[in-house]
């Protein structure tokens, strides 16, 4: 700011000794003697507002399954995280719903008819995208390690820096360079973990991001994602089937627990190992509710989802359209009203979505059904401009 004042200053000093050099007295009018006389002060206009323009985009009546949505609990939903978004728009009509008492399910749907136009995102080749699902699991875990929970729950170390979107390690030297893989880092003598676990509940819980543990002490804990070391997410099932390890048609998430709970230590770590991709975690009191995703707010449940950052914003209004069709296993078709509030390390590409179902078994149990084709279509507000006040137009 300080940068952008100097600058206008500068431009308007420049003026008034432009337009003050350019003035002459005329001949014919002389200046009294003993008379000052008064300095040429130019006028500089006030900035002109910038004028509201409509987005062109389609209405959300449009929308596939928009008539079968729950309008209440959508605007409900965007209304508690719509303070996230930073957009001058959004943030005007967030002002307007949160002034808005009592709210009916016919407000509700007015509101984001009115408010909201609809933008389809797509993908390079035209085609449906990829919606997958998460929860927030709950795990046992010990203050002190032991021969079952031996896998460390670690911190930001202070050695990783993130220097243009990378992850990075700083050496002793000064010098930085890629951040180690996760074989390396579960190699080092941990200091201070956060906690222990089992390895194999770690693992699914740095893929999920979040989650919450019970200590034997009854105590508990909600851990969140707070960093990771750089590397690509890479599945481990193709290479446990390629490698034998489990049949081709048996690499569920449950198979591969089941294998890396029956093949604790070394060779547990070493398919681990296959994902080079590590998370460090952060952790909270367990306030009983759904953990905060990468926007900083807690998530709601099926009304959240985790998205490329690349190619979405947090707090974006999201339509989901995703076809259950004839998948095996899934429970149904999602379609609804969700924000953009997490960020995962397989969540790549603009038509790419994790929905977040909730905290628990329960939950755990559909999210791991869902890897449905997905359409989205962003949800913008039908004016854009500095000035749209929080009354709207």
Do not use: K
Request: proline share 9%.
């Amino acid at each position: 700011m300080i940068a952008r004042g100097s600058t206008a200053t500068v431009a308007i000093l420049a003026a008034v000794l432009t337009l003050s050099a350019c003035a002459t007295t005329p001949v014919d009018a002389p200046v009294p003697t003993g008379t000052v006389p008064s300095p040429v002060v130019p006028v500089v206009p006030p900035p002109r507002p910038e004028t509201p323009v409509a987005v062109t985009g389609q209405s959300l009546t449009s929308l596939p399954g928009w008539d079968h949505e729950d309008h209440l609990a959508a605007f409900n939903a965007w209304r508690t995280g719509c303070g996230v978004a930073r957009e001058a728009a959004a943030a005007a009509l967030c002002a307007r719903a949160r002034s808005m008492a009592p709210v009916s399910p016919s407000d509700a749907r007015t509101f984001l008819e009115a408010g909201f136009v609809a933008i389809p995102a797509r993908t390079e080749d035209g085609g449906p995208g990829l919606m997958t699902a998460y929860f927030a699991p709950e795990y046992v875990a010990r203050r002190e390690a032991d021969a079952e929970f031996d896998a460390p729950v670690l911190a930001v170390p202070a050695d990783l820096v993130r220097r243009d979107g990378q992850a990075l390690q700083r050496r002793a030297d000064g010098s930085t360079g890629p951040y180690p893989t996760r074989a390396v880092i579960e190699a080092a003598m941990p200091a201070a973990p956060l906690a222990w676990m089992r390895a194999e509940d770690l693992f699914f819980l740095q893929i999920q991001g979040s989650g919450y543990l019970t200590f034997a002490d009854g105590g508990r804990a909600r851990l969140a994602y707070a960093a990771d070391n750089g590397a690509p997410f890479v599945g481990i099932a193709r290479p446990m089937a390629r490698d034998g390890l489990l049949p081709p048609n048996g690499t569920s998430g449950d198979a591969i627990r089941g294998w890396l709970a029956a093949h604790r230590g070394s060779e547990a770590r070493a398919v681990m190992a296959l994902n080079p991709r590590y998370i460090f975690f952060r952790i909270d009191a367990d306030d009983g509710g759904d953990p905060a995703g990468a926007a900083g707010i807690p998530l709601p449940a099926r009304r959240a989802i985790a998205v490329d950052p690349a190619h979405w914003r947090y707090g974006d209004l999201v339509w989901l359209s995703a076809d259950g069709g004839n998948l095996r296993g899934a429970r149904g078709s999602y379609q609804g009203a969700v924000m953009a509030l997490d960020t995962g390390s397989a969540i790549r590409g603009p038509v790419r979505a994790d929905l977040y179902m909730g905290r628990g078994e329960p939950a755990g149990a559909e999210a791991g059904a869902v890897r449905h084709p997905l359409l989205m279509w962003r949800l913008v507000p039908r004016v854009s401009g500095d000035d749209v006040g929080p009354g709207g137009r």
